[in-house]
């Protein structure tokens, strides 16, 4: 049996986005008002961008459980995680993020599964 968790509550919003770069299953962070972009390392992320940016919005996903890709040399661990932006579409852990629940992880595909 698979284990799915992905969707379950999902909330979603259209943004305005700012920057390059910014593609489907990204973590993004509010740059301006209505605004989401990749931002900089250390921002608390708004969320994950859901598809691809067409007239300069995107459908972010704010709420719910998504899978975002996550940097660096430690791995959030199952259970509450503070995470934050990682500044390149990924998240991080940080212990003045965003608390998350963080309900799966694969170490090698370095993602994870996240209650926003």
């Given at each position: 049996m698979d284990?799915?968790?992905e969707g379950v509550?999902?909330?979603?919003a259209t943004f305005q986005v700012s920057g390059e770069g910014v593609q489907?299953?990204?973590a993004v962070t509010l740059t301006g008002s209505g605004t989401v972009g990749l931002g900089t390392?250390?921002?608390l992320p708004c969320g994950v961008v859901?598809?691809?940016v067409r007239g300069g919005a995107a459908a972010v996903q704010i709420g719910g459980v998504v899978k975002v890709g996550y940097s660096g040399d430690t791995a959030p661990v199952v259970g509450?995680?503070?995470l934050a932006c990682d500044g390149q579409g990924g998240v991080k852990t940080a212990a003045s993020g965003l608390?998350?629940?963080v309900l799966a992880v694969d170490t090698t595909a370095k993602t994870a599964v996240i209650k926003l």
């Open positions: 284990i799915c968790f509550g999902q909330v979603a489907p299953g990204m390392a250390g921002k859901l598809g691809g509450w995680q503070g608390s998350c629940l």
